[in-house]
């Protein structure tokens, strides 16, 4: 039983990075290979704030989304005046410079050795430590964000980055600031993917590097694929699925937990050949 809250509780704190990444990839047509990047932001500032600074959960959340949301403009500002494709390279070493700062900064995050202990968050004065009572808080602020991204397509702001996505010249042609609407939207995704951050480093009580590298942004791409980019309902069973379905291997006895890690990232690789290849508009495709 321990153990499935504990796949719930990491599937509610993906499902808000997919959902985040979704704004950009989904909506406007942005896509920066860098959104781990964001997660771990938001983790790190969080843990220092109430580490350091005596912050309690929920400032230490909204401050994090802040910071992230501010860092995410050194990408979006510069990044999103440029053609797509140099967006994509310059969202790339985003990543990785960003990832080994928090590799190398020894003094203000430990490096590699990680941030532990951790404190559990405190909810009007009730201290949330048992995975159901963590599973019940996140759920409701995965619902949370869930709900803020479907207020966002439904509006005049998120109509017009589907329209960005789809023509950009065409929504130009009208007189919207095309660049304005992507560096809002990119700042706006970068502050809901660290509350995934936040979430995460409170659970586990402990974040490192490790957490946040190249790899999880290419995992949050895959359940966007899989799942079906542009659709909420899509990338939340694409999440689910690609979360959960790893974990199946380690019930097989005769396999070395060895070559668990190895054989997950194989299975991704397989799913994102195959429905880039036979189906790209994923499990439940975007309708027009």
């Known amino acids: 039983m321990e153990y499935l809250l504990h796949i719930a509780i990491i599937i509610l704190i993906n499902i808000i990075l997919s959902v985040s990444f979704n704004i950009l990839m989904g909506y406007a047509g942005i896509f920066a290979l860098c959104h781990a990047i964001f997660y771990g932001i938001g983790a790190y ?5 109430m580490i350091h600074w005596g912050f309690s959960f929920i400032p230490a959340l909204l401050c994090a989304m802040v910071i992230t949301a501010l860092f995410s403009l050194i990408i979006a500002v510069p990044g999103l005046r440029i ?3 140099y967006m994509v390279i310059f969202a790339f070493s985003f990543q990785m410079i960003l990832y080994h700062v928090m590799l190398n900064w020894i003094d203000l995050t430990r490096g590699p050795q990680g941030i532990p202990g951790i404190p559990a968050p405190i909810i009007f004065g009730f201290t949330v430590e048992s995975k159901i009572s963590i599973l019940l808080l996140y759920l409701v602020i995965s619902s949370a964000v869930v709900y803020l991204a479907k207020k966002i397509e439904s509006s005049p702001f998120g109509l017009v980055l589907k329209g960005i996505k789809n023509d950009e010249l065409a929504v130009k042609s009208i007189g919207k600031n095309v660049t304005r609407h992507k560096i809002i939207a990119f700042a706006f995704a970068a502050a809901l993917a660290s509350v995934s951050g936040t979430l995460i480093s409170v ?6 590097p490790a957490y946040f590298d190249l790899n999880m942004s290419v995992f949050i791409l895959i359940c ?6 542009g659709k909420i309902q899509g990338v939340i069973l ?5 979360t959960a379905l ?3 291997l380690r019930f097989i006895p005769s396999l070395p937990s060895t070559m668990l890690g190895g054989i997950r990232d194989l299975i991704y690789a397989v799913v994102l050949l195959f429905f880039m290849l036979y189906r790209p508009q994923g499990i439940v495709p975007e309708t027009k």
């Open 203 to 208: 659970y586990v009580s402990y974040i490192s």
């Open 45 to 49: 500032a969080s843990t220092l704030l």
């Open 238 to 242: 694409g999440t689910i699925g690609l």
């Open 246 to 248: 790893p974990e199946l």
């Open 83 to 85: 053609h797509w494709d």
């Open 224 to 229: 966007l694929v899989f799942g079906g980019i």
